[in-house]
């Protein structure tokens, strides 16, 4: 696991770890049952509070991503085929928001968004 | 009070000529660093003695480990690891000396940890502790009271006078210690970024009182600061707004909801998260020491 907090950055702590562990097991950086330090580990490495790398885990695990087994540890929860499918869709829909947004901001229209798109993915193909 | 709380302080009150504490309460749950900050004299010190017994309160009660810390006063101090300000060693004997005298009195004293941990602060064990510079003298009182396993360590300013990296080994130190879940510590300090990414939980001081004691997650990520015009503290509804200050070209207010405030304000004042420094002197502004 791989976690670079940035002090400047607007987004808080917790929400910056969750994001970056979530990309690492949607992209499958991190595999299926591996086990992640504890809680108090990720606080002492990070040198943060034990409160927000608990927050951090708990919305992680809400999430489906991790499971904590008493007394065993942390560990990257099984993910099957579909679920992921969904994940990664869902990042998908948040990229392609974000586009419309930027498109909706400079006024363009749904005809050009829609050309663009076509023109990526012929490129991309 | 849940047993899981390591220090609890109920409505502490003591005048002193010129200076008081009034009616301070706050907790430090077991397993979790505690700060405790707020400017020269606004009584983090007393707070400290009083919890150490070492001044007595006119009024108000403090449990630690929830016992009382009168009654229960031998039980609790030799499970309390101390470091403070002004060590208060002897100055004619020599460090080997003093973990003798007083290695005796902890139950838990253990002799190996005190020579890899003195040996990794190149302390001078031989040398009488006035020989010793103000770091290192701190560094000792930081060695003795790790040494005996304690599950409570009150530190009152350990890191003023201290080099930024001797600070960040004992911010890494204290995170170390935290991987055993019952132990806590609760340390006193006016350099607040020391605080700000390693503590759980925040109470500043002002003036004797205490001006707030919260998570410092809630802090961080909720409160923020505004700078405008002078006609944006209009703008900011009054629930929000924790304090603010007069600048030459405009205006700085410190708000505990930064998504209320960017609702309220427009786009022409500016807006950061807040730091713990920012919620210190935004608070204390307007105060005599802290104009």
């Known amino acids: 696991m791989r976690i670079l907090i940035a002090n400047s950055s607007p987004d808080p702590i917790y929400e910056q770890i969750v994001r970056q562990v979530k990309t690492q097991i949607i992209a499958g950086e991190l595999a299926e049952g591996e086990l992640l330090p504890s809680i108090r580990k990720l606080a002492q490495d990070l040198q943060i509070s034990v409160i927000t790398s608990k927050r951090a885990y708990d919305e992680l695990e809400a999430e489906g ?61 | 009070m849940t047993p899981d709380d390591a220090i609890e302080v109920t409505g502490l009150s003591k005048r002193f000529k010129g200076f008081a504490l009034k009616d301070v309460s706050f907790r430090l749950p ?17 707070i400290i003695k009083i919890i150490m017994n070492l001044v007595r309160p006119d009024a108000g009660a403090v449990k630690v480990f929830g016992l009382d810390h009168r009654a229960h006063e031998v039980e609790v101090k030799s499970r309390i ?44 064990v031989n040398k009488h502790f006035k020989a010793l510079s103000h770091g290192m003298q701190t560094k000792f009182a930081l060695v003795m009271a790790l040494s005996h396993d304690a599950d409570l360590l009150i530190m009152d300013e350990p890191t003023a006078g201290l080099d930024p990296l001797f600070r960040r080994d004992l911010l890494q130190r204290l995170s ?9 510590v609760l340390f006193s300090t006016h350099i607040t970024s020391d605080l700000a990414r390693v503590a759980d939980f925040i109470t500043l001081i002002r003036k004797g009182e205490v001006a707030l004691s919260l998570p410092k997650d809630e802090l961080l990520d909720r409160w923020a600061v505004a700078r405008g015009d002078a006609a944006m503290l209009g703008r900011i509804d009054p629930a929000i707004l924790r304090g603010s200050r007069r600048r030459a070209f405009g205006v700085e207010a410190l708000v505990s909801d930064v998504n209320a405030l960017r609702r309220a304000i427009g786009p022409e004042a500016v807006v950061d998260k807040a730091t713990l420094d920012d919620v210190m002197v935004l608070m204390t502004a307007g105060d005599a020491h802290a104009a």
């Open chain 1, 65 to 125: 991503f991790i499971d904590t087994v008493a007394g065993k540890g942390t560990f990257v929860a099984a993910q099957n085929a579909e679920f992921l499918r969904e994940k990664r869709m869902k990042v998908v829909e948040e990229k392609l928001a974000a586009a419309v947004g930027e498109a909706q901001l400079m006024g363009m229209e749904y005809g050009q968004l829609a050309e663009m798109l076509r023109l990526l993915c012929e490129e991309a193909s």
């Open chain 2, 30 to 46: 077991r397993g979790y660093i505690g700060g405790l900050i707020g400017p020269n004299g606004a009584g983090k010190t007393t």
């Open chain 2, 81 to 124: 690891g101390f470091v403070y300000d002004v060590p208060g060693f002897w100055g004619d004997i020599s460090l080997n000396a003093h973990r003798r005298a007083l290695g005796r009195f902890y139950p838990r004293w253990n002799d190996a940890v005190f020579d890899r941990l003195a040996s990794e602060f190149e302390l001078p």
């Open chain 2, 176 to 184: 170390t210690l935290l991987q055993d879940e019952r132990k806590s």
